[in-house]
């Protein structure tokens, strides 16, 4: 089994926190948002992960590069990287990773976290997974037939088709059959809004009689801006907290302080005269003095003094020292 990971974009709607760090190595609960995505993809599938393929812009740079082929070496895998340097849609960027598009395999975006309890059917060709949603009108969504399965997509529907949202992740008993499919789109420069989507492919293989499928999930949460960041965060830590995770690290030093749960705390923090959480991520190395913070996310070697903070975002290096709450500062900031 291969997973599939484009991330070329650098998210511009979360900056500061993409000017220095892709949007998918931001963590969340102390993992970057694609660890955990691999993760939870490998716990679904249930087979051993051998490949996980990452499509990047060249830009991002070797320390990376680097990032990514250890989170895959975690999981027992291969890391690959391929460059996708022009924004040309979502199959144009799966075909940059086409050397690796074969066998069983899943596509997914690296903005999407998700949980699930899922089994493979294994009559499927493919499994495109989906998040029942309120107002279907706002997503693509899948129409099925009376046996269940997916018959069609429609972009953003003007009348009800279904409630079935599609999330961007996608499984492919033969990665091939999608390769060829998407050489097509590319040949034949079948483009919408000047992008090659992955969608075309997916219909011309269902034309072909190939079986899809709807693989529901439970949860679906995104990491598109700064609030909705910080709302994941939290989610995650409860749903860690309920799987009974630790995430509060032994070396962690408390003075005068509480800790109020779900929060995670990496290693070699130092809490003075705080109260933490509930909802709160620290990095490693993070400072905090006679502040009170939650509902936020902190990255590492961060040092927060006098504060009284609520739906915050703070990078890496920053110091704060200040009467403000809701933040979102990037990485090396000074507000003092």
């Excluded at 926190?17 to 599938?45: F, N, S």
């Excluded at 598109?224 to 962690?252: H, P, W, Y």
Aim: proline share 4%; glycine share 8%.
């Amino acid at each position: 089994m291969k997973i599939i990971v484009p991330m070329a974009g650098r998210g511009s709607r979360l900056r500061p926190h993409t000017l220095t760090v892709p949007k998918p190595l931001i963590p969340i609960a102390g993992k970057p948002i694609v660890h955990r995505l691999v993760e939870d993809i490998a716990g679904v599938i249930g087979e051993q992960i051998d490949e996980i393929a990452f499509i990047i812009h060249e830009s991002f740079g070797k320390k990376v590069e680097e990032d990514l082929k250890a989170i895959a070496s975690k999981l027992g895998s291969k890391g690959t990287i391929y460059y996708q340097n022009e924004a040309l849609g979502t199959a144009h960027a799966i075909m940059c990773a086409k050397d690796s598009l074969d066998g069983p395999c899943v596509i997914a975006y690296a903005d999407t976290l998700f949980r699930a309890d899922f089994t493979l059917d294994p009559n499927a060709d493919s499994v495109i997974w989906v998040k029942e949603v309120e107002d279907p009108s706002a997503y693509g969504v899948v129409s099925l037939n009376t046996n269940g399965e997916i018959t069609g997509m429609v972009e953003k529907p003007s009348t009800f088709v279904s409630n079935l949202a599609v999330i961007g992740i996608y499984y492919f008993k033969q990665g091939e059959v999608l390769r060829k499919e998407l050489q097509h789109v590319l040949d034949s420069k079948l483009m919408h809004g000047g992008e090659y989507q992955i969608n075309d492919g997916i219909k011309a293989m269902i034309e072909q009689g190939k079986v899809f499928v709807p693989g529901k999930i439970d949860e679906w949460m995104d990491c598109g801006n700064k609030n909705i960041t910080v709302e994941t965060n939290s989610r995650i830590l409860n749903f860690l907290k309920q799987d009974g995770e630790a995430l509060v690290d032994d070396s962690v030093v408390q003075e005068d302080s509480t800790i109020i749960e779900p929060c995670f705390i990496g290693k070699g923090v130092i809490l003075k005269n705080a109260t933490v959480g509930p909802n709160v991520s620290l990095g490693d190395g993070c400072v905090v003095e006679n502040t009170t913070i939650k509902n936020s996310l902190v990255q590492h070697e961060s040092t927060l003094k006098n504060a009284n903070l609520d739906n915050a975002m703070i990078g890496s290096n920053a110091k704060f020292d200040g009467k403000f709450t809701s933040i979102s500062i990037g990485d090396y900031s000074v507000l003092e």
